[in-house]
């Protein structure tokens, strides 16, 4: 029997808490192949010179053009593409920003903008208000202005960063802040929580993880914060919230979890387009799948041994991890593995430095509360 | 109350695709994910192209199996909730289009 409109027409839920919804539509995504998540890089330039920016290559030299942009949006939507984010470099340095985003607008993408906020004025936020984004996230790198006009090379940026998230954050954008954390801003925490506050964001997140840049060049690791810095961000978490500071012992991986689990989302049903047109699975591995310049999207996402082959990873095939009782706890990112040591399957240093810093301290508090 | 006559279109604000024949609907406005059954998705699908609600019944009718009356108060009552989520708007169709 035909089912008709009216049983169970439709059913909703809140997107920001609708954890179960995501994973429902991602496995759907997974199971038929389907792009979900894309992120597209407009332009490689930008208005700020970040000394931990991954992009490398500047001033770009043939990006994409606005009719290239229109003609993979039209095949993203074709392929089932609904989240799109817009990033860079600076998106919205790029002359045809609007265009671009409007259009995407019309053919039915949710929208997400990277930005780190300094070319938000009055008029670009009314603009931005326009397109209806799902979000906006506003890089900030310090608490502090100094830290964070040093770390972007650009004097006034960290009052322009905040100035942009205020006038997004009254004219009711979800703003989330995003930092990566540093050596030179991780003390800054506190600072940043406060601002995060005060200019009324809608959430805030913070990234551990410092990428080399797409030329290879390693420098930025000096960025990295240090394990004694790591270590002190958990005693303090631990100094302000007591016992509830410390989270459970992290769950050992089942066998089931093993086999069947991808280790991160990569390619599965998410990719990055860069500026050029070079498909990659995600903004941090380095590996191009394909050029839109050459073959359609769909020939990608569907024809790449590459891409079949990261698709195949399970947990069970990382020879280090899989046997890592931090697993559930570490933000390991395939791409920073294979970034510091040529392959996807390894551990990633950086990531064991990190899950160490912290689960070494808590271990250690929860032997001392027992 | 709702016409027959009248015109339905997507709030534009809304960002949507149809996955494996199943409407996920946004809307913006409320941070909220909407899904549709299979008829709520044809009829999603349907209103990309601003058709009106006598449109819309014609091909429920056609296409789904289902009698002129039961598929006319189905769409109306689709029609209903969305206008009540603030999914779509109702319009009038212009003379010149
Ligand atoms: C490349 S930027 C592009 C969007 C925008 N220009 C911005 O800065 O937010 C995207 C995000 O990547 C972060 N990022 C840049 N270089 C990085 C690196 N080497 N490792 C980790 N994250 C990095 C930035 O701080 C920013 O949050
Ligand atoms: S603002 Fe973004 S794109 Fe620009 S240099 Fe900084 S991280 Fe890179
Ligand atoms: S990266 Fe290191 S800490 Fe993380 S799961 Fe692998 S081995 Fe464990």
Same mark, same amino acid.
Do not use: R
């Given at each position: 029997m035909a089912k008709t409109a009216k049983q169970g027409g439709a059913s909703q839920e809140g997107v920001s808490r609708s954890g179960s919804w995501m994973q429902r539509l991602r496995a759907k995504a997974q199971a038929n192949n389907i792009p979900l998540h894309v992120m597209l890089e407009l332009t490689n330039h930008c208005n700020v010179w970040c000394r931990h920016c991954y992009i490398s290559d500047r001033p770009p030299k043939g990006e994409l053009t606005l009719d290239e942009f229109k003609g993979i949006l039209d095949q993203l939507a074709e392929a089932g593409t609904l989240f799109l984010t817009l990033s860079g470099g600076e998106a919205l340095i790029h002359p045809e920003f609007f265009e671009i985003a409007a259009y995407a607008r019309e053919k039915g993408f949710s929208l997400t903008l990277f930005t780190? &906020? *300094?070319?938000? *004025?009055p008029r670009v936020a009314d603009r931005l208000v326009e397109l209806c984004p799902q979000r906006v996230e506003i890089s900030l790198l310090g608490g502090l202005a100094a830290t964070h006009d040093q770390i972007m090379q650009t004097p006034g940026s960290f009052e322009r960063a905040l100035r942009g998230a205020r006038l997004l954050v009254e004219r009711g954008v979800f703003v989330q802040i995003k930092t990566t954390w540093m050596r030179q801003n991780i003390e800054e925490a506190q600072q940043i929580q406060s601002l995060v506050e005060e200019v009324g964001a809608a959430s805030f997140r913070g990234a551990y993880m410092v990428i080399h840049r797409r030329d290879g060049s390693t420098e930025v690791a000096d960025m990295r914060a240090t394990p004694e810095q790591l270590r002190a961000v958990a005693r303090r978490a631990y100094e302000r919230l007591g016992e509830k500071g410390i989270p459970p012992e992290p769950e050992p991986l089942t066998e089931e979890q093993r086999r069947e *689990?991808?280790?991160? &989302?990569a390619g599965q049903s998410s990719c990055c387009i860069d500026s050029y047109g070079n498909v990659y699975p995600c903004a941090a591995i380095d590996t191009a799948l394909g050029n839109l310049r050459e073959e359609s999207f769909v020939d990608i996402w569907g024809g790449s041994q590459e891409l079949k082959k990261i698709r195949a990873i399970r947990i069970a095939d990382l020879p280090e991890c899989s046997a890592c009782h931090l697993f559930m706890r570490c933000s390991r990112c395939a791409g920073l593995a294979k970034m510091e040591t040529g392959s996807l399957l390894a551990a990633s240093p950086q990531a064991c430095i990190v899950a160490h810093a912290f689960e070494d301290f808590f271990q250690e508090k929860r032997c001392e509360l027992q | 109350m709702i016409l027959l006559d009248q015109v339905v279109s997507r709030n534009e604000k809304t960002a949507s695709r149809i996955l494996a024949g199943e409407a996920v609907v946004l809307t913006p406005m409320d941070s909220k994910i909407h899904g549709f059954n299979e008829t709520g998705s044809r009829i999603w699908e349907l209103l990309a192209d601003r058709p009106t609600l006598s449109e819309i019944v014609a091909h429920i009718h056609r296409e789904f199996e289902v009698s002129q009356e039961q598929a006319q108060s189905d769409v109306i009552a689709f029609i209903e909730e969305l206008v009540a989520r603030g999914m779509v708007t109702l319009g009038q169709r212009s003379r010149e289009g």
């Open positions: 780190n &906020g *300094t070319m938000i *004025t *689990t991808s280790p991160c &989302g | -």
